[in-house]
């Protein structure tokens, strides 16, 4: 199966309707993301059409389930090649999507991500997301592989504007590592998402700040 095979079938089972240019915009990022690959390892999937359903329909998917008001605000904490932050950018232009990754290597590749896309609702802040003190919080602070959602609430907790959501993508043990936060999180919302071609778990838990 082609990307762009994968791509358009996997919106269609998610009932996503983006535009042309957003679908030439996500498969592009692929083909970035597979270049650069060869020198920072940004991620273990090596294959563009792997890439669709490991990084592009992962992220789209739990997309509606952020909830993300009009003209929000986002950070992607810990995004490392740039999961879930630049799918959602593309897909939700009026979103204001704040990129963050501690190493430098990833944060350079981001924000040529940001630039070669020419995604105007994309920033990119680089260094350690404890230290990180934005002017504006955020609606809805994400991460894919950043942390324990334990480590990842308490971590990113200050950015998140008050009545804001956490947002931890996770796989199976998502219901365990939600009791280990119980402290720091109380009533997480669990839930299932499907993702196109991926035979593996996959949740988000959401925690209100």
Request: glycine share 6%; with cysteine; charged share 25%.
């Amino acid at each position: 199966m082609t990307p762009e095979d994968a791509l358009e079938r996997g919106l269609a089972q998610l009932h996503l309707d983006l535009e042309r240019g957003a679908r030439a915009k996500l498969l592009d990022y692929v083909a970035l993301l597979a270049k650069w690959n060869r020198t920072y390892n940004l991620t273990a999937i090596r294959e563009p059409a792997a890439m669709v359903a490991h990084h592009l329909l992962d992220s789209l998917a739990v997309g509606p389930h952020l909830r993300l008001p009009a003209a929000g605000r986002l950070a992607d904490v810990g995004s490392g090649g740039g999961m879930p932050g630049i799918p959602l950018a593309i897909a939700r232009p009026d979103v204001q999507v704040s990129l963050n990754d501690s190493n430098a290597k990833k944060a350079a590749f981001l924000r040529q991500a940001a630039m070669e896309l020419k995604l105007s609702n994309a920033t990119v802040h680089e260094g350690r997301v404890e230290q990180w003190q934005p002017a504006l919080r955020f609606d809805v602070v994400v991460s894919r592989a950043f942390a324990e959602l334990r480590a990842f609430i308490l971590a990113c907790r200050h950015l998140a504007k008050p009545g804001g959501v956490l947002a931890a993508m996770k796989g199976a043990r998502a219901s365990e590592e939600a009791g280990c936060a119980a402290d720091v999180c109380k009533d997480p919302e669990i839930i299932r998402v499907d993702v196109p071609f991926l035979d593996a778990a996959r949740t988000v838990v959401l925690c209100r700040a």
